[in-house]
């Protein structure tokens, strides 16, 4: 079976949290709750520190903060209309289509585990869950899209058995 995520770890401490197979589990139930086929897709996940992370988000979004989790789609499928489900993408076994890049901070995230009583691996599992979501298109800038996005992702987060993280 083709990987779907091409896993970089730019913080070893990265490596003892499973990240590759926590994303590669998050990102296919993903797709897969989507009606999409995980082998028809791929996407890069870059596990770093919050130093990493607070210098990409001050270069793409003008903060330079650390934050959890940053997602760059490969390609606009946001919805027009609010609460609209987004344009999903067509991609192939025999030609991958590339959803993009998503960037992961080890602290930030452990911390808000420690601060939400989660386990890191629930808590990673979710973040995978909802940049993946942003991949493809889904956002939580207008309120039809946030309750669009909240519902999806609560879903997908169950079947994967993690407790709704907006109760």
């Given at each position: 079976?083709?990987?779907?995520?091409?896993?970089?770890?730019?913080?070893?401490?990265?490596?003892?949290?499973?990240?590759?197979?926590?994303?590669?589990?998050?990102?296919?139930?993903?797709?897969?709750?989507?009606?999409?086929?995980?082998?028809?897709?791929?996407?890069?996940?870059?596990?770093?520190?919050?130093?990493?992370?607070?210098?990409?988000?001050?270069?793409?979004?003008?903060?330079?903060?650390?934050?959890?989790?940053?997602?760059?789609?490969?390609?606009?499928?946001?919805?027009?209309?609010?609460?609209?489900?987004?344009?999903?993408?067509?991609?192939s076994a025999a030609m991958p289509e590339?959803?993009?890049?998503?960037?992961?901070?080890?602290?930030?995230?452990?911390?808000?585990?420690?601060?939400?009583?989660?386990?890191?691996?629930?808590?990673?599992?979710h973040l995978i869950v909802h940049a993946?979501?942003?991949?493809?298109?889904?956002?939580?800038?207008?309120?039809?899209?946030?309750?669009?996005?909240?519902?999806?992702?609560?879903?997908?987060?169950?079947?994967?058995?993690?407790?709704?993280?907006?109760?």
């Amino acid at each position: 079976m083709r990987r779907l995520v091409d896993t970089v770890i730019e913080d070893a401490r990265w490596q003892g949290a499973d990240l590759a197979g926590v994303s590669e589990v998050a990102s296919r139930a993903t797709l897969a709750a989507l009606g999409l086929d995980p082998g028809s897709f791929e996407l890069c996940l870059m596990g770093c520190n919050d130093a990493r992370i607070a210098e990409l988000n001050g270069d793409f979004r003008a903060k330079p903060t650390a934050t959890n989790v940053l997602s760059w789609p490969s390609a606009e499928r946001g919805a027009a209309v609010e609460g609209a489900l987004p344009e999903m993408p067509n991609g192939s076994a025999a030609m991958p289509e590339e959803l993009g890049d998503i960037a992961i901070a080890w602290e930030t995230c452990n911390r808000e585990a420690d601060e939400q009583r989660k386990t890191l691996h629930n808590h990673v599992t979710h973040l995978i869950v909802h940049a993946t979501l942003h991949l493809l298109g889904y956002d939580h800038i207008r309120e039809g899209d946030a309750t669009l996005m909240e519902k999806t992702e609560t879903g997908i987060l169950a079947s994967l058995g993690v407790a709704d993280p907006y109760s």
